[in-house]
């Protein structure tokens, strides 16, 4: 199973109507290319632990691309993972979110959740027409990131897709 992962939003929390944010720290152990990346410390390193748990293939879906490598998989104890390459065009002209096709046309087939701020119904419904295998699209609420409630939906939909294959 695929995993999909989004970086602004779902890892990086913003737009909180307070702006406040917890703030997370890894002390000494970071890699060059993390230090002092300043939104870094928004992004709880325990959801790297979390998501490795959920037993799927992990590829970054982000514009970050290669940063994502650089930059959010040590801070989230995570090796380096496979990045979406973007197609050079323009945005679609109907209602899909830019990414939708490329990450179906990445997963050639095989079942993948994509976890994303920016998900419509538009793009579920795009996806079960365009996708012969199961595809949970996942959206993250942007002003919290991820949370319990979103892996325990991870969590049960990945149960539910077990029992079908």
């Known amino acids: 199973m695929l995993l999909f992962l989004d ?4 890892l990086i ?15 000494s152990t ?4 993390t230090v002092g990346h300043p939104l ?14 959920l037993g799927c293939e ?13 930059c959010l998989a040590p801070w989230l104890g995570l090796p380096a993972l496979p990045v979406v390459e ?3 065009e323009d945005a679609p002209p109907d209602l899909l979110h830019w990414k939708t096709r490329p990450l179906v046309a ?7 959740i994509w976890i994303d701020d920016e998900v419509t119904e538009a793009d579920r419904s795009w996806v079960a027409v365009h996708h012969s295998s199961a595809a949970l699209l996942h959206r993250v ?7 319990r409630a979103d892996f325990s939906a991870l969590e049960k939909w990945l149960e539910a897709a077990g029992r079908q294959a």
């Open 7 to 10: 970086v602004d939003g779902p």
């Open 106 to 112: 990445w997963a050639a087939g095989r079942p993948f």
């Open 30 to 33: 970071l890699l060059p290319d």
């Open 40 to 53: 870094l410390s928004r992004v709880d390193p325990a959801l790297g632990p979390r998501l490795a748990a």
């Open 58 to 70: 992990l590829v970054w879906a982000t514009t970050w691309m290669d940063d994502a490598n650089a």
């Open 141 to 147: 609420d942007h002003h919290y990131g991820l949370t």
């Open 86 to 88: 973007w197609p050079d």
């Open 13 to 27: 929390p913003f737009g909180a109507a307070d702006g406040a944010y917890p703030v997370y720290d890894r002390g």
